[in-house]
């Protein structure tokens, strides 16, 4: 385990009992994305409870590191408990809202103001770091004609927009902050939770998540948000500044492999995707087809089957030609296992059962 | 001028009198932009009321292509006339409002519908062409939680998702357009106006622009939609179905680079950027400082100077290292004038007077 953390060229796998074993035994923090992973809307994966107790009981500590900015702190530990999860302390949760709330903190001078579109537990983390605050709720536009839509008042101590998940989202709300923006030019700063583009709902749904919003925003404004969440890695400092976490001994579990597997990855952590959640089997293959393969939390971690670790090949830029390589272009270049030229052999790391495949071949493997 | 419009390479100049004389001789059509060119809110640009009747008593076919999709080719004709230009046809107007209801009538089967994001002015195009349509005015949330929203209901016969300019823009109706998108697939199209990322105001002030929400909406639905207004050429193609004009005859007028000018080129127009709008000499110019030159309508044709003409070195790939690089990526390349390797003579078009000047050249000369 411990090679796998280090710089040395990384493997793709999947995990069979005894590799995972080896794993869990390297780890002594495991970070939790929850949509998806840990629940379902108000239903708990199955399992996933009991797994998490099993996993607390063995002395690991829990995190949780989620985009979701429609939560407080407080909020998350509440549905934690009320869905049968070992007890958490809010100093465990690591939601965008709070991660957001600490950033302003830390970037903006006292008594500067944050222009808001986001919900009231966004609006409730900022008050808990001392943050003033205006914008949360329904706005409407000052008047009937576009000129009107320029004139209504500007708060003199906004110094920032930050853009989360806002179900009252409007055009009236995009010109306000577009506007303080253009007021504050470099000296506003712009920050959004996520870039989520869809939230999904139970049944296959879906509606537009927060990175919709973010977009309208940084169109209008024509300059790039400083994005708080996953893939991000300002969550993960988060994590570290609070409980010191070796990133070696540390696993990432979610189910996205553009935020939680990226973010774990490009932090040197060990991850695992769970087919629980956004990603399918078939996503992870691209275009080969074949049966979807359930993995859960409880597959994953009672009897560790039936899951993919992506250990943090990322940093050599190789996810296999199917794995969604739009995420890292280039990655045939510095891949040991695809780099053109005299083919580098590909190193085995230390601690792990089973059988080290090669990138293309595990993915031609995953559908048993 | 014939020279200018055909397939060789192109200069991009600046007019002097005499050889605006000659680009104005060899065009029978004439393409205005609106908004920032004849007019800014509701006052005429100075003098283009009085130029445009001189080129309209000098035969000159007029006709007016804006991306702004809030008012009809009717509401066009009655403000050209309130503003003292020459009496219009609704067949000279070329709005994207009219122009995205033409498109989908030419695109949808008989009956389907149309769900609008967008003005009381765009739905009333849909309806001149027999489009049913839903959707402009405010709408609610169906619900307040998350699994409401997935929930309100659609229209069965809705086959496409119109976005124009919507001031009731909001996080319900994006939820829903991407309910519709979601349903239908590949079956429901998507179609934008525009993609302008703002829309100035006087006093130097703008709000957000129709591409801030056709952004949002792709961002959901994770697909491009097809946008009806410049730089596309769908507008151009409706003015030559309409009049059978020949872009070799055909001049294109408007203050934006990378909307008219970038249009006008790719269609084989000659183009003139006037300087009244959204483009600056300082834009233009890039990083070269130097004192704005404020070239009008007036100026344009009255006089003949301080005014650009940008040929169509759009297809040369050549707008000079300081014009607007982001427009054509790879331009180094394509450039006579700048490609890596032995020096290509720049080519001397004919029948224009005025010292033919290469491009890196202009743009030091121009604010003199």
Request: include cysteine; hydrophobic fraction near 40%.
């Amino acid at each position: 385990m411990a090679a796998m953390a280090g710089g040395g060229p990384r493997q793709c796998r999947r995990l069979e009992a005894e590799a995972a074993r080896a794993v869990l035994g390297a780890a002594d923090t495991l970070l939790f994305d929850c949509d998806g992973v840990l629940w379902r809307g108000e239903a708990a994966v199955g399992g996933a409870a009991a797994t998490l107790g099993r996993l607390a009981a063995a002395g690991k500590r829990l995190c949780y590191v989620t985009n979701n900015s429609s939560r407080t702190r407080v909020a998350y530990t509440e549905k934690l408990r009320r869905l049968g999860f070992p007890p958490a302390e809010p100093r465990h949760i690591f939601g965008s809202a709070f991660c957001a709330a600490r950033y302003l903190r830390q970037a903006l001078p006292p008594g500067a103001a944050a222009y808001v579109l986001g919900s009231p537990a966004l609006a409730a983390e900022l008050e808990a770091v001392g943050i003033p605050h205006l914008g949360p709720g329904p706005a409407a536009l000052p008047g009937p004609a576009p000129a009107d839509w320029a004139q209504a008042p500007l708060d003199p101590a906004v110094r920032a927009v930050l853009v989360g998940f806002d179900e009252h989202f409007s055009y009236a709300k995009l010109c306000q902050a577009l506007r303080y923006l253009l007021r504050g030019g470099s000296d506003c700063l712009l920050v959004g939770t996520n870039r989520d583009h869809r939230l999904p709902l139970e049944g296959g749904t879906g509606i537009p998540g927060t990175g919709c919003l973010v977009k309208a925003v940084e169109t209008a404004a024509q300059r790039e948000a400083f994005i708080v969440g996953k893939p991000n890695r300002y969550m993960f400092d988060c994590v570290v500044s609070e409980f010191n976490i070796d990133p070696a001994r540390t696993i990432m579990v979610g189910d996205r492999l553009d935020t939680d597997i990226l973010m774990g990855n490009s932090c040197g952590l060990t991850t695992l995707l769970t087919l629980t959640g956004v990603t399918t089997l078939d996503e992870v293959k691209g275009q080969e087809g074949g049966s979807a393969l359930h993995s859960s939390i409880q597959d994953l971690l009672d009897h560790l089957v039936r899951c993919l670790v992506f250990c943090n090949c990322w940093h050599q830029r190789c996810w296999g030609p199917q794995l969604l390589p739009q995420l890292c272009p280039g990655w045939l270049a510095a891949c040991p296992a695809h780099a053109p030229g005299p083919a580098r052999p590909a190193e085995e790391p230390d601690g792990l059962g089973g059988q080290v495949q090669e990138h293309h071949h595990l993915l031609h493997n995953l559908a048993e």
